[in-house]
């Protein structure tokens, strides 16, 4: 047990320190004349060191990693959730965190770590395509960075544990398993007002959809329209509001995706109703490491572009199989290079099973501009594979 034997180590480190409890300053959790303020344990609580289970220690290593952002609007605010990437103060969020689910372009944000020590921080960069954003601390030093796994590596039932600051609740520790892979959302881009720089695809009037986020106070814009489709991990550890931009790890403790989303019964809008049910969505480590230091090396990160329009084949008349029923190859596009053509039916895009159109475009999203890419389609009744070179999504 060479594994755990380290991470209980690590917990007996931080026991000694963390076991003297602490306050946080309160937070609002929910405004108006509910408002009320909480306190609470700056760190893990580790009373016994020599009765430390996995979770525990799991926790102990990780909570340092993650951080709660606090971030302000002219007319609103809220908390969320985020990690660090480096020991200088970079820090991995959502950009519906930064921008007060696509309320604000200039939020004043506020950092504090597991620790008690608050810093103001500056965002580098936002990616509204994959609800993705690095903010950098002002003037940190010697911080605790995440470390990375290898989320393609993930199984179905593994292990998984959720940190973050649920409802303004701070070095919040929630576990669960992996209960799907390879699954896909589309949710309400939370572009800023003055960016306007998100995909065309839009949401159908009228519709609301089981995915929300917001982050912390039960605060979602229902301004826009326009609408983002990610691939993402699925897990029963309980994430709610809040939650938004903080880790899921797994039983190492390493991070294997940033929580994003959660379904909600019913649709409610309130985000006191639209709690934790068992369902939340986490995006993958590997894509939001390959965004996150695009954005940091050059302020923003790029996006495959296949250059066709899909529907659900299972929609159209009739069809024997599921995918992404290609309508038209735009001339010159990657799809129409490769070969692909109106009429082919994308089942498969780099391994990853694709059943319908968001799959196709999540998995396209994820990847840079100018990737390659092994498609497999059907067409005649006949199976092809087709390696694409993705274009460029403009933003």
């Known amino acids: 047990m060479p594994r755990v034997a380290a991470l209980v180590v690590a917990a007996a480190l931080v026991g000694g320190a963390a076991g003297l409890g602490g306050t946080y300053a ?22 016994d060191t020599d009765d430390v289970n996995d979770t525990a220690a799991v926790a102990s290593k990780v909570v340092p990693s993650v951080v709660t952002i606090s971030a302000t609007g002219t007319s609103s605010g809220g908390t969320g959730s985020g990690v660090i990437l480096s020991k200088d103060g970079y820090v991995l969020t959502n950009t519906h965190v930064v921008t007060l689910d696509g309320a604000t372009g200039d939020a004043k944000i506020s950092v504090t770590t597991s620790d008690g020590h608050v810093y103001a921080a500056t ?22 960075p995440i470390e990375w796994a290898d989320s393609s590596k993930l199984n179905v039932g593994d292990a998984t544990t959720a940190i973050g600051a649920p409802l303004g609740l701070p070095n919040t520790v929630t576990t669960g398993i992996v209960s799907a892979l390879n699954r896909s959302i589309q949710v309400a881009s939370s572009a800023a007002p003055k960016d306007g720089s998100e995909e065309n695809d839009q949401a159908e009037p009228g519709q609301e959809g089981p995915f929300r986020f917001d982050f912390g106070q039960g605060q979602q814009s229902q301004q826009t329209k326009q609408t983002i489709k990610i691939a993402v991990i699925q897990t029963d550890a309980a994430i709610n509001p809040g939650n938004s931009g903080g880790a899921l790890v797994d039983d190492e403790g390493k991070l294997i995706g940033i929580n994003v989303a959660i379904a909600s019964a019913g649709g ?7 709690g934790n049910i068992g369902v939340g969505f986490s995006i993958p480590s590997d894509i939001a490491k390959r965004i996150s230091q695009e954005i940091i090396d050059n302020g923003s990160a790029t996006h495959g572009l296949l250059g066709a329009a899909v529907q659900d084949a299972a929609s159209i008349q009739g069809a024997t199989t599921t995918g992404a029923y290609i309508a038209e190859a735009t001339a010159g596009g990657a799809a129409q290079v490769a070969g692909l053509q109106k009429g082919d039916v994308i089942t498969s895009f780099n391994g990853v099973p694709v059943t319908n159109s968001i799959d196709l475009t999540a998995q396209v999203r994820a990847l840079a501009a100018g ?22 999504m403009q933003s």
Do not use: C, F, H
């Not at 309160?26 to 009373?47: D, F, H, Q, R």
């Not at 409610?268 to 639209?274: E, K, L, R, W």
């Open 371 to 392: 990737a390659q890419a092994k498609v497999t389609y059907i067409r005649n009744g006949q199976e092809k594979t087709v390696e694409v070179t993705l274009g460029t």
């Open 123 to 144: 965002v580098v960069g936002t990616d509204p395509t994959y609800d993705l954003a690095v903010i950098k601390l002002e003037n940190a030093s010697n911080l605790t």
């Open 268 to 274: 409610s809008s309130s985000g006191a109703q639209s």
């Open 26 to 47: 309160g937070l609002s959790l929910w405004g108006g004349s509910n408002s009320s303020t909480v306190a609470g344990p700056t760190a893990i609580t580790v009373n």
